[in-house]
C-alpha cells in the first residue's frame, strides 16, 4: 500500500533553534517528492521538489535530503524564524499525470 | 498574476442538500486537481483534470461527488446530499502541465465545507 509518514507529529522549538522533520514513504513506482509548507487557513506552498536521482535541495533556510534507496526523506529548518510556525507536509508522487500521495504533515511552532 | 482562486472561502449547509464548490486556476494551467482536508487528516486526492478531461477519478469518495471543467479552465466540484462526513476544507490546485516530472501545483485557500 502506497503510505507516506511523518514525524514527529508535532514539535516546539525555540526561536532560532534548527531542526529537522522526517518523512518515510511506501510508495512504488516513485517519481518524485515533495515538501509542503501550510499555513493554518491557508492552501499549501511548495518548499521543494526533488526526484529520485536528486540527493539534496535547498530553498532559503530550508534544506531537503532524499535517500531513495531507504526511502527516507528529511527536511532541516536552519536558524527558525516564528513564521516558520506551520504544518510541513511531505508529499510522494508516482509519475507525470497522477495523484500525490500526502502525509498527515508536522505541526512545527516556533516560540520566542 | 493571480494565484488559484476557490469560492466560496466557507459553506454551511443542511444535511442533504447539494453544493458547488469553484475553483479558478491560474491562468494558462492546463491540470487542475482537487483534494479533501479533513480535520486532523492528511490531504487525500479527489480527481485531476488535464484540460476539460478527467483522466483520474479514482479518489471520488462517493456517486455523490462529481466534478468538470469547462474551457480548460474553471473547475466545480458537486457535492449531491450531503452528509455530515463531508464536512472539510476542499482545496483545489493547478499546474503548469503534466508533462515535466516535477511539476509544481500551486494551491488554492480551500473552501471550508460544514454539514449541519
Request: hydrophobic letters at 30%; a neutral charge.
Given at each position: 500500500k502506497n503510505q507516506v509518514e511523518q514525524s514527529?507529529?508535532?514539535?516546539?522549538?525555540?526561536?532560532?533553534?534548527?531542526?529537522t522533520l522526517q518523512c518515510n514513504y511506501t510508495v512504488s513506482p516513485f517519481s518524485n517528492l515533495r515538501w509542503y509548507k501550510q499555513d493554518t487557513g491557508r492552501g499549501p506552498v511548495s518548499l521543494t521538489i526533488m526526484t529520485f536521482s536528486e540527493n539534496t535541495k535547498s530553498n532559503g533556510r530550508y534544506t531537503a535530503t532524499l535517500d531513495a534507496d531507504t526511502k527516507q526523506s528529511s527536511l532541516h529548518i536552519t536558524a527558525s524564524q516564528l513564521s516558520d510556525s506551520a504544518s510541513y507536509i511531505c508529499v510522494v508522487s508516482l509519475g507525470a499525470g497522477t495523484a500525490l500521495i500526502f502525509g498527515k504533515g508536522t505541526t512545527l511552532s516556533v516560540s520566542s | 498574476g493571480a494565484g488559484v482562486s476557490q469560492s466560496p472561502s466557507n459553506k454551511v449547509t443542511e444535511k442533504g442538500k447539494d453544493v458547488e464548490l469553484r475553483c479558478d486556476p491560474i491562468s494558462g494551467h492546463t491540470a487542475l486537481y482537487w483534494y479533501r482536508q479533513s480535520l486532523g487528516q492528511g490531504l487525500e486526492f479527489l480527481i485531476y483534470f488535464q484540460g476539460n478531461s478527467a483522466p483520474d477519478k479514482s479518489g471520488l469518495p462517493s456517486d455523490r461527488f462529481s466534478a468538470e471543467r469547462t474551457g480548460g479552465s474553471?473547475?466545480?466540484?458537486?457535492?449531491?446530499?450531503?452528509?455530515?462526513?463531508?464536512?472539510a476544507v476542499y482545496l483545489c490546485a493547478s499546474s503548469l502541465n503534466l508533462a515535466g516530472v516535477s511539476d509544481t501545483q500551486y494551491f488554492?485557500?480551500?473552501?471550508?465545507?460544514?454539514?449541519?
Open positions: 514527529p507529529q508535532s514539535l516546539i522549538i525555540l526561536e532560532g533553534k534548527n531542526c | 474553471v473547475s466545480t466540484l458537486t457535492i449531491q446530499r450531503t452528509q455530515q462526513e463531508d464536512s488554492g485557500p480551500g473552501t471550508r465545507l460544514t454539514v449541519l
